[in-house]
């Protein structure tokens, strides 16, 4: 019966402590939305006492999360706290939480040193001696201890490895992995080490005689990439991300660090995007990953965007919509499928911009200038308005909108555009109708909306005895249009 009481009164406690912390979190979040960021980070500090007190690891690192977001905002004294403290619980806690916040202080030191790289690099060796104050460091120490800090978030490697993800979860709250429960720490650290080694990248080139011999192997399967021998790459930190990627798990079936991998070395080494498609083709057909899948898919839909040219792969944009609506098609609503539908409506966006000239006479043939993009065919309708009423008309859609309904056109005119359907601007030009002396609204509309959500465009004319006088020499009217199914999908919650 005291052991039932015990019990009891130690799950109470550990509710209460956790309901405790949630309510602290909302009030840091509070004070954020309110732009309060000392406010925010004071209450973050009480969390790290209490944290640091229990012995609340995933807490304590969590609070350096925030404090690494306040840190650009705070004054010196504020930072050094920051790091002072880090660096002392660096040395008190268990391995895996080690590993976070190694990474943490690296993030720390590195926007740090973005944000006063001109002061750093002033400063003299001399100013700077072993274990320093932060605030007296090189440029060459500042690059020498994050490269030491990354490379000590990877120590301990085996442990790290049985360590899942998902015991840091309330750390991660504000992230959306979507197969958060089957990564490791190790994963998601190895992962922080090579975007690290990817931002330090410049441009370089590889010989084609040397992209010939690893090719194969460097955009191959995981058993032939961890093979290779990367001596031929002279670039350190080209080097250093493809030997990161050689850390991966060893596995069989393809996974999201395999199509990372590719996509990095197809980008900064072999620089070929049909040997990039045939790859991605190859390792579509050996998942069964969905998610993945997707993902491939999203990949190839931008390869056949970004090559679509009219001299070109005319049509490569219409195979990208058609691998966009694969993507569209499927239940799973993943970072891939919303991704997918904007790009579909970037593609198909429906634009037209006309240009007519500045000075016509009456009943004279005037031309107007058309591009357009996804556009079918157009009217322009004219409606005459008295001189009286002219300028006011033009003053609010309103007004405009209600004397289009209450008013009859006097011309409308019908125009057939050739739409291809490769999601290409064209150019084109119209012959308007002989209009007689008068005042008029010129009202555009898209014949193909059919649901009306483009809406209808409008300028104004004046034509006068001799001459018709435009009150902007170039009108330009910009379509958007959304079909019901893009509509449908941009509004999906994620």
């Not at 001109?118 to 440029?139: G, H, K, M, P, V």
Request: aromatic content about 12%; hydrophobic content about 35%.
């Amino acid at each position: 019966m005291k052991k039932i009481i015990f019990l009891l009164i130690l799950l109470t406690f550990f509710i209460g402590n956790s309901q405790n912390y949630e309510n602290q979190w909302a009030k840091v979040i509070q004070y954020e939305n309110d732009l309060k960021v000392k406010s925010a980070n004071e209450e973050v500090e009480k969390i790290y006492k209490k944290a640091e007190s229990t012995h609340n690891e995933v807490q304590l690192i969590k609070t350096f999360f925030y404090k690494s977001k306040y840190s650009q905002t705070l004054e010196e004294d504020s930072k050094s706290k920051i790091i002072s403290n880090l660096q002392k619980q660096i040395q008190e806690v268990s391995t895996p939480s080690k590993a976070i916040l190694n990474l943490i202080y690296a993030k720390i030191l590195r926007d740090y040193k973005r944000n006063n790289y001109y002061n750093i690099e002033r400063r003299t060796q001399l100013d700077s001696t072993e274990n320093a104050d932060f605030l007296t460091w090189t440029l060459k120490d500042f690059e020498s201890i994050i490269n030491k800090t990354y490379s000590n978030s990877l120590e301990n490697e085996i442990i790290l490895r049985r360590t899942p993800l998902s015991n840091y979860e309330q750390i991660f709250d504000f992230f959306s992995l979507e197969n958060f429960n089957s990564t490791t720490l190790y994963d998601y650290v190895l992962k922080e080490n090579i975007d690290y080694y990817k931002y330090l990248i410049h441009d370089w080139e590889l010989s084609e005689d040397a992209k010939s011999k690893i090719t194969k192997p460097l955009l191959g399967l995981d058993t032939e990439f961890k093979t290779l021998n990367f001596d031929t790459i002279s670039n350190n930190s080209i080097q250093k991300v493809v030997q990161l990627y050689q850390k991966t798990d060893e596995h069989s079936k393809i996974n999201e660090m395999d199509l990372d991998r590719i996509l990095f070395c197809e980008r900064e080494i072999i620089k070929d995007k049909n040997i990039l498609l045939k790859v991605l083709d190859n390792f579509q057909k050996r998942t069964d990953d969905s998610l993945l899948i997707q993902k491939i898919q999203f990949e190839k839909a931008i390869i056949f965007e970004r090559q679509a040219s009219k001299e070109k792969n005319k049509f490569h944009n219409a195979k990208a919509v058609a691998v966009l609506d694969s993507i569209l098609s499927s239940e799973k609503k993943s970072n891939a499928f919303k991704k997918a539908a904007q790009k579909k409506y970037q593609i198909t966006l429906r634009e037209l911009d006309i240009e007519m000239q500045g000075y016509s006479y009456e009943k004279e043939n005037t031309r107007a200038f058309v591009s357009y993009k996804n556009i079918d065919s157009i009217k322009i309708s004219f409606y005459k308005a008295p001189y009286s009423k002219f300028n006011a008309l033009v003053e609010k859609d309103s007004i405009v909108n209600d004397f289009i309904l209450k008013n009859k056109a006097h011309l409308t005119k019908t125009y057939r555009l050739i739409n291809l359907k490769d999601y290409f601007e064209y150019t084109t030009e119209i012959v308007l109708p002989n209009l007689e002396i008068g005042n008029y609204i010129v009202v555009i509309t898209d014949l193909n909306d059919k649901e009306k959500k483009s809406g209808i465009y409008y300028e104004k004319f004046q034509f006068l005895i001799l001459v018709c006088w435009l009150m902007k020499v170039i009108q330009k009217f910009f379509i958007k249009h959304l079909t019901e199914n893009q509509e449908n999908q941009l509004k999906i919650a994620f």
